[in-house]
């Protein structure tokens, strides 16, 4: 079944909405086949295809779901060769709640100017991941930070290969973000700046991953010990 993205889709909608039409009619679906629409707010409207090329629908049900108990956020450093677009990617589908991008030190990548664009680029990744992966809320990309302005009201997880603490031997709180740095890792400033600030440093077990895959393998190791995938 093929999902789309409507923030204004109700239970009587009729029409796929303007923005995924192109979509909707490049899938080549037959009439009377069966699609979901949500509005990345945990409602999703399951219908039949009257017309595929003029987009029009027929609701069949809508269902109203709950978000996880336990809430996954994810701090992604910029990087190079689309290895933080990956990260984004594979982290909603694994089911983040937010995602913020970080400009670490030495991350090589930087937006400058382009901030706000580039953040847009992210949100459009995480639409096209909800849909991929059938989920009916939409991780907010925030606006791009540095380490010193980054702050949260959940308990802040630093992935860092050197520290004495892993995922797994942390407590679970309701609300968990993620801190992943650039290639190279974070600068010592800035681990200090954390843990100044609370922030608890943490490893996943002996290896050290790449920017792209650190993030999606911590938020999925939490996830697991939540109970979320039960």
């Not at 991929?132 to 290969?161: C, G, H, M, T, Y």
């Not at 031997?169 to 290639?183: H, R």
């Not at 440093?201 to 979320?228: D, K």
Request: hydrophobic share 45%; glycine share 6%; aromatic share 6%.
């Amino acid at each position: 079944m093929h999902w789309f993205y409507d923030p204004q889709v109700t239970a009587t909608s009729t029409s796929v909405v303007a923005n995924e039409l192109t979509h909707f009619k490049s899938l080549r679906l037959r009439a009377e086949e069966e699609i979901a629409i949500t509005n990345g707010q945990g409602s999703v409207l399951f219908a039949r295809c009257v017309d595929p090329a003029l987009g029009t629908i027929a609701p069949v049900s809508f269902e109203a779901r709950q978000r996880p108990k336990l809430q996954g956020h994810l701090v992604q450093s910029l990087a190079k060769g689309g290895r933080d677009e990956a990260a984004v990617q594979a982290a909603v589908e694994l089911g983040v709640s937010s995602i913020t991008p970080l400009q670490a030190s030495r991350s090589i990548v930087e937006w400058g100017q382009k901030a706000e664009r580039n953040q847009e680029r992210w949100q459009q990744i995480a639409i096209s991941a909800m849909k991929q992966s059938q989920q009916a809320f939409l991780p907010i990309v925030n606006p791009l930070v540095k380490p010193k302005s980054l702050v949260a009201d959940s308990k802040v997880l630093v992935l860092e290969p050197t520290a004495p603490l892993t995922l797994k031997s942390l407590a679970l709180t309701e609300a968990v973000t993620i801190v992943v740095g650039p290639e190279g890792g974070f600068e010592q400033s800035e681990l200090l700046e954390f843990e100044h600030k609370g922030f608890v440093q943490a490893r996943l077990g002996s290896s050290v991953l790449r920017t792209s895959t650190a993030g999606p393998a911590a938020l999925a190791v939490i996830l697991a010990m939540a109970g979320a995938w039960d």
